[in-house]
């Protein structure tokens, strides 16, 4: 398989909070999801590969890039989605458009118009007058536009309703069939999770409790094969194929 991201014994320490041993790895073309209850280490995760924290044991790898010490390239072929991307809000979408996309070396300005017209989004608009699932929507087209082979997205749905999450949803699943990328996206509505992720990854106090193809997951939760597993799969995914 050709692997677009592996963490390889990643390990970090605060005074408040230890990430250990972190490994895992995602294919081409699939879909992980990221659970874990809050502080169980998620959003340091993606922080780590955005490379914000230099001082960690281990290697993370982006199609073969080292996060740490080859940021630049890291960045071009990967879409980082959270509340923390840095846009520039008292600008609307195109003038960001053209102050961001140097750095991307397959940027395409006529598929992000295309995109910002599929999701209704006025391009006149400036970022701060968005709403969130506007926000989120200009996000994903700014990031389609540059082809990434990696999508990370930490909480992308969090707080909006259950229409605009499944829109969302679909728009990410046709992302995987349109441009092969693959997708690692955090959620606390782990419903989702169960329409389309091929992989589940489960943080639990800065460490990895599991990281399976769903398909062998439910076996081994339907099938009591792990007490421990189960429970904290149950507690979660309180639906759908888990239970």
């Known amino acids: 398989m050709d692997k677009v991201l592996e963490f390889q014994n ?6 408040d909070f230890v990430m250990k041993d972190i490994t895992f790895s995602l294919d081409r073309g699939y879909i992980m999801g990221l659970v874990g209850y809050n502080g169980a280490g998620k959003t340091t995760l993606f922080r780590l590969m955005e490379n914000q924290y230099k001082k960690y044991n281990g290697t993370i790898l982006i199609d073969g890039f080292d996060c740490r010490t080859q940021e630049a390239k890291v960045k071009d072929i990967t879409a ?3 509340d923390e991307q840095k846009f520039f809000f008292e600008e609307n979408a195109i003038t960001n458009a053209k102050l961001f996309s140097p750095y991307y070396s397959t940027w395409d300005m006529n598929l992000f118009q295309n995109y910002l017209d599929r999701f209704e989004i006025r391009s006149t608009t400036k970022i701060k007058d968005y709403s969130r699932g506007t926000y989120l929507k200009f996000q ?3 990031a389609i536009a540059h082809h990434p082979l990696l999508y990370a997205m930490d909480e992308p749905t969090a707080g909006l309703d259950p229409v605009f999450r499944y829109d969302f949803l679909r728009i990410i699943q046709g992302i995987i069939a349109d441009e092969n990328a693959s997708i690692l996206i955090s959620t606390h509505n782990t419903s989702d ?8 990854t489960m943080l639990e106090n800065g460490s990895v409790l599991f990281s ?4 062998s997951l439910s076996d081994e939760v339907q099938n009591n ?3 421990r597993m189960r429970f904290q799969v149950s507690s979660l995914f309180k639906k759908g194929r888990w239970n």
Request: proline content about 4%.
């Open 212 to 215: 399976k193809d769903v398909e």
């Open 140 to 142: 994903l087209a700014f």
């Open 193 to 200: 999770l169960d329409k389309i992720a091929d992989y589940i």
């Open 80 to 82: 980082f989605i959270s």
């Open 10 to 15: 990643v390990s970090l320490t605060w005074p």
């Open 225 to 227: 094969k792990n007490e």
